[in-house]
């Protein structure tokens, strides 16, 4: 007997699973998903060869592209999922005391937004600017955080600056520690930048700790205000001040500081 010929989804075809999965399953599908398109990802910065790149970005594209990357990192971000990582920064400003004088007019900018609403709660006395790369909310800008051009002129700096798992997202250590370098220019003296990475990132690398985020970040004029590690995520809000007057070399490559079987190797480096 012939076997029934699979019919193909057409271009329009959207894929639902991942609303209608059941939380187990959810949860697996979309790690699944996030991970190896971070893997693919990665993949594609440390190679030159074009055959090699078209090879990986076919692969990411079966696995649904961007936009299901998207939508993945959207409905694990969900609030009713436990990921909106706006609340963590939210508690942390009430902590520290916002002044009076900026308590209703404080300025952010989230780069890497996959929601425009992330703030909205505090709308009254947080003015959000959302970017990305690939927008799916009409109120986030299209814009490629790396080639944006720096303000001027103070009145067009923020407050508060945030890299909310998004520097994972990139493949390349050196574009990460330029990314991070990159959000000083956007900042107003004495500014915060947000910060928050994979969990694993910090406590499982062969190249990155907690102590030497510390000592990259405050090579950089970054002083740690807090942090906190989630069961998945590791929190930080930085202040900014005066940066070193030289780079310390060994941020120019990889260390290794905490080698070992099983250990990833994310890492960050600076020019």
Request: with cysteine.
């Amino acid at each position: 007997m012939p076997r029934a010929t699979k019919r193909k989804k057409p271009v329009t075809f959207e894929d639902t699973s991942l609303l209608k999965a059941k939380p187990a399953a959810f949860k697996k599908k979309t790690a699944q998903i996030i991970r190896r398109y971070h893997v693919l990802n990665k993949e594609v910065e440390k190679t030159s060869d074009p055959d090699k790149i078209s090879e990986l970005k076919n692969e990411m594209e079966k696995l649904g592209g961007l936009e299901l990357y998207q939508r993945a990192s959207v409905l694990g971000a969900s609030k009713t999922r436990g990921g909106d990582t706006s609340k963590w920064l939210v508690q942390e400003l009430a902590k520290i005391g916002i002044p009076d004088e900026v308590k209703t007019n404080i300025t952010l900018l989230d780069i890497g937004a996959l929601s425009s609403e992330n703030y909205k709660k505090q709308s009254a006395w947080i003015k959000t600017t959302s970017i990305d790369l690939n927008p799916r909310d009409s109120n986030i800008i299209k814009q490629d955080f790396l080639e944006m051009e720096a303000p001027n002129k103070d009145s067009n700096r923020f407050n508060i600056v945030c890299l909310s798992l998004v520097v994972n997202f990139v493949g390349d250590p050196l574009k990460r520690g330029i990314m991070i370098a990159k959000t000083r220019d956007f900042l107003l003296p004495s500014g915060y930048l947000f910060f928050v990475v994979p969990l694993p990132c910090v406590t499982n690398s062969r190249y990155l700790n907690h102590e030497y985020l510390q000592e990259f970040m405050a090579n950089l004029g970054f002083q740690q205000v807090s942090c906190h590690f989630a069961k998945k995520l590791a929190y930080y809000l930085f202040r900014l001040g005066k940066p070193a007057k030289t780079i310390q070399e060994k941020f120019h490559r990889k260390n290794l500081v905490n080698d070992g079987p099983g250990r990833n190797n994310f890492s960050m480096t600076l020019p």
